[in-house]
């Protein structure tokens, strides 16, 4: 199992930056992919960014060229760097991990934090 904290969300203008982090209770060597997701009101939750064991990033299309997904092994944390932020980036952000339990990839979850963009 792993737990995961998330922190740095808030409220923030259109076009201004914020910095996600998501803090592991275990060494990302035993995680295979680490992630954020975000869920609006009414919608879906969907895939921001995720980062693989090897390195290996991948983005959504909606925020790429603005956010960055990076980690700090030493401090078994996850970042995401948001910029130019737009109203429509307003939602709940996930931190997740994917583990594998036996034969089995496991996915765990933060609790969660708000980010809101004022237009």
């Known amino acids: 199992q792993v737990q995961l904290v998330e922190s740095g969300g808030g409220l923030v203008q259109a076009g201004g930056s914020l910095r996600l982090s998501c803090a592991a209770s275990r060494s990302f060597f035993s995680i295979n992919a680490m992630g954020w997701y975000r869920q609006a009101p009414g919608n879906e939750r969907e895939l921001v960014a995720a980062m693989r064991s090897g390195g290996r990033t991948d983005y959504a299309d909606f925020v790429k060229g603005r956010c960055t997904i990076s980690r700090d092994n030493a401090k078994n944390t996850v970042y995401l760097q948001m910029n130019s932020l737009k109203p429509g980036d307003t939602a709940v952000y996930y931190c997740?991990?994917?583990?594998?339990?036996?034969?089995?990839?496991?996915?765990?979850w933060g609790q969660g934090i708000q980010v809101t963009v004022s237009s």
């Open positions: 997740a991990a994917d583990l594998v339990s036996g034969a089995n990839m496991v996915r765990y």
